[in-house]
């Protein structure tokens, strides 16, 4: 796909004016006359509430989540049973007892997994997208990543440890992937037949 | 809660206004306050979607023309707090009418007033696409703006033009006028443009400009407004795309209740 024009892009202006208006106007003050009839000094606006901009917390938030879901990704092909792959490229799901399983337990049996997809996807490549998906009732996020057109999805909890109901609730939706997908190669299967 | 007033504009058309005000208002109404949804939109969307059973109701142009009062275009829903005044039958010939009465100095402040008497606590005006009369009127009586930002190209070169007009109205007339933030709308994580639309924003604004919850572009919020329900009724309620309203109220809410955080740039929470 041809690189979007960067013109649609620029948002210096837009960005501006948005720090401009998160606040309620301050009228400038008003300026009293001179008792001894000199001119009355000039209006001074109130100074605009001091924001940075790429400061955002959630930024930086997801770019940490992001590098450390890719460190998950990076140990999970060397765990048994971890992931599934279709014929697209990676529909990756995981399996096991994950409700029995600590969460450092947890996070270094994905390490190996990450390693695995960037040496069979070559320098080249890229793990590009994010998108948190928060799922009915629960603060469980789906990750969903795109390696070269191809979907990888994780869960996650976003922010902290999982607890007991929140692992089980990623150990659900990674059986509810398994599912599909073997309902997918059945299919296909059938199809074939 | 302080009676707020929510102006949802937008200057590019098709970008989810009525479907966010219809899925906002009943998640705020879910969090215990008294909303009501005010149709300013002429096309009459909302009002045609929820009432499709009835063949003719007052509303708000009927008041505003003389012929009704808000007590008679007042719908009440199943859903406790949330009531909607529809825009009414708006016909050709009376959308000048319409314009002309909405844009009246205080008219639309007046009307907001009188919702006060049902113990309203928030209004959504759901606004036309565009920055004509009528959207100014809204902002201009408003005490808060919400902007859809459609995860597409196209409707970042409208984002600006939008601002603006906050901007403008907060310097003739309305300087308490505030943004309360842009809310990426259908977002298609399966599209590179879509993406890229997501992280512009994400990195060019500050992050008060931004609301966290994406709404993404799901076949769900059409065959809910073919069903004519908000998405938290379907699927007996359990549709997770009702969840994602839940999360976009309750952000919105901590917004209108206190006031934000910036990051100071410490130590940031370990994942794990």
Redesign the interface.
């Known amino acids: 796909?041809a690189a979007?024009?960067r013109r649609?892009?620029d948002?210096?202006?837009?960005?501006k004016?948005?720090?401009?208006?998160?606040?309620?106007?301050?009228?400038p003050s008003v300026p009293r006359p001179d008792p001894a009839g000199g001119p009355a000094p000039a209006a001074v606006a109130p100074p605009a509430p001091a924001?940075?901009?790429?400061?955002?917390?959630?930024?930086?938030?997801?770019l940490?989540?992001l590098d450390?879901?890719l460190a998950w990704v990076r140990q999970g092909l060397n765990a048994e049973g971890c992931f599934a792959l279709d014929e697209r490229g990676f529909l990756v799901a995981s399996s096991g007892e994950l409700g029995q399983v600590p969460?450092?337990v947890?996070?270094s049996a994905f390490v190996a997994s990450g390693e695995a997809i960037l040496d069979h996807a070559g320098a080249e490549h890229r793990l590009?997208?994010l998108?948190l998906?928060?799922?009915?009732?629960t603060q469980v996020a789906l990750l969903?990543l795109v390696l070269d057109g191809a979907q990888v999805i994780l869960g996650?909890v976003a922010?902290?440890?999982p607890g007991p109901a929140e692992l089980q609730t990623i150990q659900q939706t990674i059986d509810d992937e398994l599912e599909r997908f073997a309902g997918e190669v059945a299919q296909r299967v059938r199809a074939g037949a | 809660m302080q009676k707020i007033t929510i102006a949802l504009c937008s200057q590019k058309g098709g970008v989810g206004k009525t479907t966010l005000a219809l899925n906002l208002g009943l998640a705020l109404s879910r969090l215990d306050h008294q909303v009501t949804i005010l149709e300013l939109d002429p096309q009459g969307s909302l009002g045609a979607s929820l009432l499709q059973e009835r063949k003719a109701f007052a509303g708000l142009v009927e008041i505003l023309l003389g012929s009704g009062d808000i007590e008679d275009a007042r719908v009440l829903t199943k859903a406790g707090g949330l009531s909607l005044v529809p825009i009414g039958e708006v016909g050709l010939d009376r959308l000048g009418e319409l314009e002309s009465a909405l844009a009246a100095p205080g008219r639309l402040a007046a009307m907001l007033q009188g919702l006060q008497h049902f113990g309203t606590e928030v209004v959504l005006l759901d606004c036309p696409s565009g920055l004509g009369a009528v959207t100014m009127a809204a902002l201009g009586a408003a005490t808060h703006?919400l902007v859809p930002l459609q995860a597409e190209?196209?409707s970042?070169?409208s984002?600006?033009l939008v601002?603006?007009a906050?901007?403008h109205v907060?310097?003739h007339g309305n300087?308490?006028?505030?943004?309360l933030g842009?809310v990426l709308s259908m977002?298609d994580?399966a599209s590179?443009?879509s993406?890229?639309?997501a992280q512009?924003?994400?990195?060019?604004?500050?992050?008060?400009?931004?609301l966290?919850t994406?709404i993404?572009r799901d076949r769900i919020y059409l065959e809910a407004s073919l069903h004519g329900v908000p998405v938290g009724f379907m699927a007996q309620g359990?549709?997770?795309e009702?969840?994602?309203f839940s999360?976009l109220a309750e952000e919105i809410v901590d917004r209108l209740e206190g006031p934000q955080e910036?990051?100071d740039?410490g130590p940031?929470?370990t994942?794990?």
């Open positions: 796909m979007p024009s649609f892009f948002l210096d202006g837009a960005a004016l948005s720090r401009r208006i998160l606040r309620p106007s301050e009228l924001l940075e901009p790429f400061s955002r917390p959630e930024v930086a938030y997801k940490e989540l450390a879901l969460p450092e947890l996070l590009c997208r998108e998906e928060l799922t009915s009732g969903h996650i922010g902290r440890a | 703006a190209p196209l970042l070169r984002v600006e601002l603006g906050i901007d907060r310097e300087p308490g006028l505030v943004l842009l977002f994580r590179e443009a993406l890229a639309v512009a924003s994400w990195q060019s604004f500050v992050a008060e400009a931004v966290e994406v993404p359990k549709h997770p009702g969840r994602r999360l910036v990051h740039g940031i929470q994942l794990l």
